[in-house]
Every structure is written in structure tokens, then in C-alpha cells.
């Protein structure tokens, strides 16, 4: 309803206030490479700074100009726990050096919080049954966070629809309406397309997105992967065009005895897992568990775009002092990543650092220590699906003594360990994530697995760059 007003009306807002309150800002991606989905996250003290009367309780982001706004998706969170909203946040397409205007639209004189939440793409929760301390999940992937500090990633299994000749890939690499040739085989299969159907390309003459924006369904389209070979079909000849769509949010399959929606991609899960934290003795060169008593977890975001989760060890004592361990992972929509976000209260002893890491896959893997970034690839556990595995940590060494580590010596034989030391304030992130070849998101060989995540390093290292643009002249 808020989105109606905002969007169709561009006159009134709830309140009866008839002068819309705006927020113009530009996002431009400096990077040659386009970039999907990615977080723009603004501060209530940001916004408020621009428009001191700036309120969470009514507000919208659209991009583009009048007339022709589109909505944003967004959230506003409390990540201080508070109980006030002081984040807001969206995810945004960027073509190569692109820049876009973004307006946040807002009424000051609103009492009551309205917001919106259209096609929940993250979940977090808690799960006593599963023996874990909370579990995230966007709609690509899940990780269970174990008491002793492992994280464990769930792939999840692609629904298989239908095919179709590649005599289609034309109007889906020209960004054409559907045909209605097109559009007869998906009602022949029970699939009612709307009129409001956009077509994304995820990677040119292989990955489309099929998006059905009024019925708030999407459509994965790939071209058939010739497993004898390796080698992706020629479109002009033969192959298809499979037509899959995501099990979307499913961390509640996990409950069932037997579940085929949910893959662990963790041969074995160790003190780490896929990207968890251990305490590091330097010294020993072994690995400390995280207590497993006298912690406690809050959801911080349990949000359609961003789920947030946050495990506090507030008397984490190590030899003869005691520390606060909080531990704040964030996920995000139609992302496979999670970022890691630690704080120590008290600084470690030179004696200790914090060690997290990946599966070694046994098959490949490659590190690079001057951008932080580190991977492996192989097989799933069932040795069925491609599976790649990365960690990226911050390489800034005027405020990080950032570590990656190749030798497994003191550590498990399956693990790549990264360790990484805190700052002056005691804090460090980290991203990690998992890219499954049953999903919706698969990659099929090691070489392009290496390019995504160099890729990815290069846009966590270069973010979009966000200015605020004078407000317009009242009209």
C-alpha cells in the first residue's frame, strides 16, 4: 500500500502530508564489470545528517526520476538493539561503470512503523532441534552455526521444470518480450506467466532470470551442460534450454528425517566448517573451540532482502583475562556469501589469533595472499555436483595482520585455515561462501569458479561509490 502511494500517487503519503520528504543520492560502480545484487547499506546518522527531520516509521527507496521511479526493495534494521531502526538497506543492479539516482521517499510526521516485505528472499532462526545455534539462509543457500564455532552450508537442490529447443536463446539474449511460443510451453507444464515478465541475462548464451514481477515468481533458464564433455552445447546446432526454479527458503526441510532439498556441502564439519572461528594458539599451532555454555544469540534482521544474526560470548576467558566475543553474521537475497563481522572486547595476547578457513576439496585450489583471498574446488560429499569454496579477508596491513596460510600442519587434513589477527579495537571480517553445482547458482569448472571469486574480491574491495545530491527545488 505504502509503495502505491509512493510510487503511483508521488503526492501524498500516510499522514496527509502533501510535500513528499526526499533523500537524493547517486550510486555509481566504478568497476568495469557489472555487478548483481549488490548492498547499499546508509546509517541513520547518514541520512539524518542530509535531512535531520529523516524517520524509518514511513519510507520508500526508488531509483530513476520522476515519473518513472521504480521501487527499490529495502529494509531498515536494528543492529544496536536498541529497539530503534538505525540501518537502512538495499540491494541494487549496476552495469559496468554505471551510476544510478536513487530518491528515499519519507513522511516526518507518520507515528506508526509501516513497512513492507515483498518476496522474502532471507531467513534467520534458531533451531534447538538440530542441535545448532542459529542458521541463516538466503534463497540460494543455508549455514547452521554449530556451538563450537562451525558453520556448515547447505546447498539447495534446483527443481528441475522443463526444457525447450535453443531456437529460443535469441529473444532471451536480446532481452525480447517472451514469445508466445515461449510462453505456450510454460502454461503446457502448469506455469501461468503474468503480462509483467522481465528478462535478466545472468551470463551471455548460457544464464538467463525469467522474473514474473506481478506474481512474484522467477524462472531460472540454463543451457544444457554436456556432462560427457564438460562442454556447454552449441546453440545453433543442438542441446536445450532447461528451465529450473529455486526450492527458495527452506531451512524448516532440515527438520524432516529425510529431506532431498537440502544438501550439506561439509564432508566433515570439524571446528570450523565452511568459515567458522576458532581461538588460534600462535605457539602450539593448534585450534580452541568456542565455549559451548554461557553464550546467548538475537536476531538482530530477520528481513526479506537481509537476515542478520549475532552469538555473544560475554566472558570468554582466555588464560588469565576475560574477553566479550561478539560474533555478527550477516546474509543476503540472491547472494551465496556471508559476512562475518567479529569483535573482541580486550585485545588478544600476542600468544593468540582467531583462526577460521574452508573444506579443502582436494581437487584444486588456489590462494592469493596480498588480496586475501583463498579457494578450493572439487565435488560435493556425494562426489555428484561441482562445489567451490572461498574466504575473503580484509589485506589492509596498516590495520589488519592478515594471514593465509597453505601448510595444514596442527589443523585438519580436510581444512584450509586462514588466521587472522584483530585490530586495535579488537575487530575483523571476513566473507565466505560456497557455490554448489545442484543449485541455482552451479558453476561447472574450475577455471570460471577462480574468475568469480577474483571477481568478487575486486567489487568487496572497490564498493559502489555513494554521494548525496543537493535536494531539488520545491515545485
Request: aromatic share 8%; charged share 25%; net charge negative.
Amino acid at each position: 500500500m505504502l509503495g502505491i502511494l509512493l510510487i503511483f500517487n508521488a503526492c501524498t503519503m500516510p499522514g496527509g502530508n502533501q510535500n513528499i520528504s526526499k533523500i537524493r543520492l547517486s550510486i555509481q560502480n566504478t568497476l568495469p564489470l557489472p555487478r548483481k545484487k549488490v548492498p547499499i547499506v546508509l546509517t541513520g546518522a547518514q541520512l539524518r545528517k542530509v535531512s535531520p527531520d529523516f524517520t524509518f516509521k514511513a519510507y520508500s527507496v526508488v531509483s530513476g526520476k520522476a515519473p518513472r521511479e521504480v521501487m527499490v526493495p529495502s529494509q531498515a534494521d536494528d543492529l544496536d538493539y536498541d529497539g530503534e531502526l538505525d540501518q537502512l538497506c538495499f540491494l541494487l543492479d549496476l552495469e559496468p561503470e554505471q551510476t544510478k539516482e536513487i530518491s528515499i521517499l519519507y513522511d516526518p510526521d507518520v507515528k506508526a512503523t509501516l513497512t513492507l516485505d515483498i518476496n522474502k528472499q532471507t531467513r534467520a532462526a534458531i533451531f534447538p532441534e538440530l542441535n545448532v545455534v542459529a542458521a541463516v539462509e538466503s534463497n540460494l543457500i543455508a549455514y547452521l552455526l554449530k556451538p563450537n564455532g562451525a558453520f556448515i552450508a547447505y546447498g539447495k537442490k534446483r527443481a528441475e521444470l522443463f526444457s525447450v529447443d535453443t531456437m529460443f536463446q535469441p529473444e532471451l539474449d536480446y532481452g525480447r518480450p517472451l514469445s508466445p511460443e515461449l510462453r505456450h510451453h510454460f502454461e503446457n507444464n502448469g506455469i501461468t506467466l503474468s503480462q509483467q515478465v522481465q528478462i535478466e541475462i545472468e551470463r551471455a548464451e548460457q544464464k538467463w532470470i525469467v522474473r514474473d514481477l506481478e506474481k512474484q515468481e522467477i524462472y531460472f533458464i540454463r543451457k544444457s551442460h554436456n556432462i560427457e564433455t564438460g562442454l556447454e552445447q552449441e546453440a545453433t546446432t543442438e542441446g536445450q534450454l532447461d528451465i529450473v526454479q529455486s526450492v527458495g527458503l527452506s531451512l524448516n526441510a532440515l527438520l524432516k528425517t529425510e529431506t532431498s532439498e537440502m544438501v550439506p556441502l561439509n564432508r566433515s564439519e570439524g571446528l570450523i566448517g565452511c568459515g567458522g572461528i576458532a581461538l588460534w594458539h600462535k605457539g602450539k599451532e593448534e585450534m580452541i573451540p568456542l565455549p559451548t555454555e554461557g553464550d546467548y544469540v538475537r536476531i538482530l534482521a530477520d528481513g526479506s532482502i537481509r537476515s542478520i544474526v549475532q552469538r555473544i560470548l560475554p566472558e570468554w576467558k582466555i588464560q588469565d583475562k576475560t574477553h566479550r566475543l561478539t560474533l555478527t553474521t550477516f546474509i543476503y537475497g540472491d547472494n551465496p556469501w556471508i559476512e562475518h563481522h567479529i569483535h573482541i572486547d580486550g585485545n588478544l595476547t600476542t600468544d593468540y589469533a582467531i583462526a577460521t578457513g574452508i573444506p579443502h576439496l582436494n581437487e584444486a585450489y588456489g590462494e592469493d595472499r596480498k588480496q586475501g583471498w583463498i579457494w578450493s574446488w572439487g565435488t560435493d560429499p556425494s562426489d555428484i555436483d561441482t562445489l567451490g569454496v572461498a574466504l575473503i579477508a580484509p589485506t589492509h596491513r596498516e590495520v589488519h595482520d592478515t594471514r593465509i596460510i597453505a601448510d595444514y600442519k596442527g589443523t585438519e587434513s580436510s581444512l584450509v585455515p586462514v588466521i587472522l589477527t584483530p585490530d586495535a579495537e579488537g575487530r575483523l571480517n571476513y566473507r565466505t561462501f560456497a557455490i554448489w553445482g545442484g543449485g541455482i547458482d552451479g558453476i561447472e569448472t574450475e577455471t570460471e569458479f577462480a574468475e568469480h571469486v577474483q571477481i568478487t574480491t575486486t567489487a568487496l574491495r572497490t564498493p559502489p561509490h555513494i554521494k548525496f545530491l543537493p535536494k531539488e527545488e520545491e515545485k
